[in-house]
């Protein structure tokens, strides 16, 4: 995983602050894999938010904080349901690939 312990608590603090305590979140995409370099922070982010006003206002404000927090870089944010009726394709290749924060 090419993502610094400082930088793991920083994305899981900010998830846990904005989306909620029981949110969980993902680290997938070419950060994962060590023989690469650069790439943006793709995260898969599971919290139980219905609303669809408020999840692309959390949505918007988790990327904000990301920002200020890591400082400019890209960052791709896909929003799950915790409890989805039907998985999308790309959040289920997140869970299979990717890292649990």
Do not use: C, H, Y
Request: charged share 30%; proline share 2%.
């Amino acid at each position: 995983m090419r993502l610094t312990l400082q930088e793991r608590q920083i994305i899981k603090s900010s998830v846990k602050e904005i989306m909620g305590s029981q949110a969980d979140v993902w680290l997938f995409g070419s950060r994962v894999d060590e023989t690469k370099r650069g790439g943006d922070i793709d995260l898969l982010v599971e919290a139980d938010l219905q609303n669809p006003l408020v999840r692309v206002r959390k949505k918007s404000q988790l990327w904000a904080k990301l920002q200020q927090q890591l400082g400019e870089q890209r960052i791709d944010i896909i929003l799950a349901s915790i409890k989805p009726i039907e998985q999308r394709r790309i959040e289920q290749v997140a869970k299979e690939s990717g890292v649990r924060l």
